[in-house]
């Protein structure tokens, strides 16, 4: 399997995601949260978080072949790639733009209908980006941001509201209660100092945020423009888990609204599947362990021992009963061999004339003529 990492920059910080490149949908391997100091760039979050993942698959014996970065400004993209030569290791970097990356996933979910076009409701923390992309070709068709709707505008709103109640808090509570009254909570706010009670229901903040959610239908309209009208919205970014907010624009605009399960997530993982394709493979580590100090020069100097010679196999001994075997079988085939050779001869003809007789031979003397 590829491991591959997928990045999201943004105004609250940098999300990172570890994934195998053929299953980024899965749970992930592995996840960070990088938050983005106040004044910081966005660089800076985004560059920790790869460092960190890279890291960490390192210490487990394992290596990421590619990273992807979404950025959703020409500006956040120039500053990632001037800082990248600084990273550890010098990573190779590929920067995409985020709603490419968002409809690239979503397309990979099967979550768009396959024809007409869909307006990507990225409700952020600092802005409101609007993209129309067209389903069948997944071209980005017009993109707008606005700052009137955000999610710290929200925790703005809901400070407001308590503090008119007789109960302050502060940015990071009021976060807290908003993410709270995303379903149908109900929460029960404490003041700081005095100790007061105020309890605050999803349907107040329903009507606390109809205003801002108003002035972004007015966006969507004139984003569509003469365009065809789409055909559904997709609820994105950290305030998409807002039940009572997909209800709202469905009901302003009469269409179908769609929420994500893990709406922060999908550019880090529309990310993951453009890493995919600068394809690579996982390298397992292995550590190499240290020879044991002695003290002996001669140990160091020795030579390991040469490697061991097969000796071949002695031959093993016919036995009896294959020896007679052998030898009866060669015997046969003699006397087979014979007997062929025996009748083939012709018989001869009898000879004519007078038979022979038999002589007789005697021991000749010593001294014949005497």
């Known amino acids: 399997m590829v491991l591959v990492l997928g990045v999201s920059a943004g105004a609250s910080g940098a999300r990172a995601v570890v ?18 100091p106040a004044g910081a760039g966005l660089e800076g979050p985004a560059l920790t978080a790869i460092e960190q993942m890279h890291d960490a698959a390192l210490q487990r014996g394992e290596v990421i072949s590619a990273t992807a970065v979404a950025s959703r400004s020409q500006s956040c993209s120039a500053a990632i790639r001037s800082a990248a030569p600084r990273l550890r290791g ?14 690239r996933y979503l397309s990979f979910l099967e979550r768009l209908p396959e024809d007409g076009s869909v307006v990507l409701y990225d409700l952020g923390s600092s802005s409101l980006t609007l993209t129309l992309a067209d389903c069948a070709t997944g071209a980005v068709t017009r993109t707008t941001r606005s700052t009137t709707l955000s999610g710290d505008g929200f925790d703005t709103l809901l400070q407001w509201r308590l503090a008119k109640l007789g109960v302050v808090i502060d940015c990071e509570t009021s976060r807290k209660h908003r993410e709270a009254l995303s379903g149908d ?42 365009s065809e009208l789409p055909v559904a919205v997709v609820l994105l970014g950290g305030c998409g888990r807002n039940r009572q907010l997909a209800e709202q624009l469905e009901s302003m605009l009469a269409l179908p609204v769609y929420p994500e399960l893990e709406p922060e997530l999908v550019s880090a993982r529309g990310a993951v599947l453009f890493a995919e394709d600068r394809p690579g493979r996982v390298v397992k580590l292995t550590r190499r362990m240290p020879l044991p100090k002695t003290k ?14 097969l000796e071949t196999p002695r ?5 009896r009963r294959k020896l007679i075997a052998a030898f009866a079988v060669t015997a046969a085939l003699g006397a087979t061999i014979a007997g062929l050779i025996a009748t083939d001869r012709k018989p001869q003809a009898p000879q004519t004339g007078t038979p022979s007789s038999h002589m007789e031979t005697g021991r000749i003397p010593a001294e014949p003529f005497k």
Do not use: M, W
């Open 315 to 319: 031959r093993r001994r016919a036995s």
């Open 185 to 226: 909570g109900v929460v029960a706010v404490a003041d700081r100092k005095s100790g007061d009670r105020v309890v605050f229901t999803a349907n107040d903040f329903t009507e606390l945020a109809a205003a801002g959610v108003q002035h972004s239908v007015s966006s969507i309209n004139q984003l569509v423009g003469d």
């Open 296 to 309: 002996d020069k001669q140990a160091k100097s020795k030579q390991p021992p040469a490697p061991a010679t």
């Open 19 to 36: 994934a195998h490149s053929d299953k980024p949908d899965l749970p992930p391997i592995d996840y960070c949260f990088v938050p983005r």
């Open 90 to 103: 010098r990573p190779h970097l590929q920067i995409v733009v985020e709603a490419a990356a968002q409809l």
